[in-house]
T-cell receptor
Framework: DAGVIQSPRHEVTEMGQEVTLRCKPI?????LFWYRQTMMRGLELLIY????????DSGMPEDRFSAKMPNASFSTLKIQPSEPRDSAVYFC???????????FGSGTRLTVV | GQSLEQPSEVTAVEGAIVQINCTYQ??????LSWYQQHDGGAPTFLSY????GLEETGRFSSFLSRSDSYGYLLLQELQMKDSASYFC??????????FGQGTELSVKP
């Protein structure tokens, strides 16, 4: 298996622009998680899906953030408009029922200037 | 809410044994996980404890005491490649993981 695939690996954008991060979970995994990592706040859970349904989005910082999972093999995290404080590494992870370990993607390093 | 406490840094020498502690306060608890993250890399799963006691996987062991809301990761026969950040994480209701701030382990020759 190719693992969890995220794109792009790096994104540099100007403040105010829309940013879309993409994630392909491991085939057969039914849970998908979006995390953000910064030095100050560590690994924060933004939102997670079970069987493509959003379960808990309480970690989404603001209405500027939105996430979708239109099918079992694809999810997006969108920031519109982006701000410099959104600069972070965004990780997607997936797992399956009964499997206690998450598999993380390589992350997207976002820089908003 | 949830909070996890772990030391920010630990230093040890090659071949030694090191223990990284984690205490937690959560409104719901299903188990404690440990993850390793090298600089610039993704977190990778090391272990999971749902019940009290010690789980051993090669050079790494993890311990949990639910009554004390406490766990630790034990790394034996340290190698240079073990230099990384180690995160404890509580598995909360719904299956979500809440991570601690991480412990940066430096292994010296």
């Amino acid at each position: 298996d190719a693992g969890v695939i995220q794109s792009p690996r790096h994104e540099v954008t100007e403040m105010g622009q829309e940013v879309t991060l993409r994630c392909k979970p491991i085939s057969g995994h039914n849970s998908l998680f979006w995390y953000r990592q910064t030095m100050m706040r560590g690994l924060e859970l933004l939102i997670y899906f079970n069987n493509n349904v959003p379960i808990d989005d309480s970690g989404m910082p603001e209405d500027r953030f939105s996430a979708k999972m239109p099918n079992a093999s694809f999810s997006t995290l969108k920031i519109q408009p982006s701000e410099p404080r959104d600069s972070a590494v965004y990780f997607c992870a997936s797992s399956s029922t009964g499997n206690y370990g998450y598999t993380f993607g390589s992350g997207t390093r976002l820089t908003v200037v | 809410g949830q909070s996890l406490e772990q030391p920010s840094e630990v230093t040890a020498v090659e071949g030694a044994i090191v223990q990284i502690n984690c205490t937690y306060q959560t409104s719901g608890f299903y188990g404690l996980s440990w993850y390793q993250q090298h600089d610039g890399g993704a977190p990778t799963f090391l272990s999971y404890n749902a019940l009290d006691g010690l789980e051993e996987t090669g050079r790494f062991s993890s311990f949990l005491s639910r009554s004390d809301s406490y766990g630790y990761l034990l790394l034996q026969e340290l190698q240079m490649k073990d230099s990384a950040s180690y995160f404890c994480a509580v598995r909360a209701p719904g299956g979500k993981l809440i991570f601690g701030q991480g412990t940066e382990l430096s292994v010296k020759p």
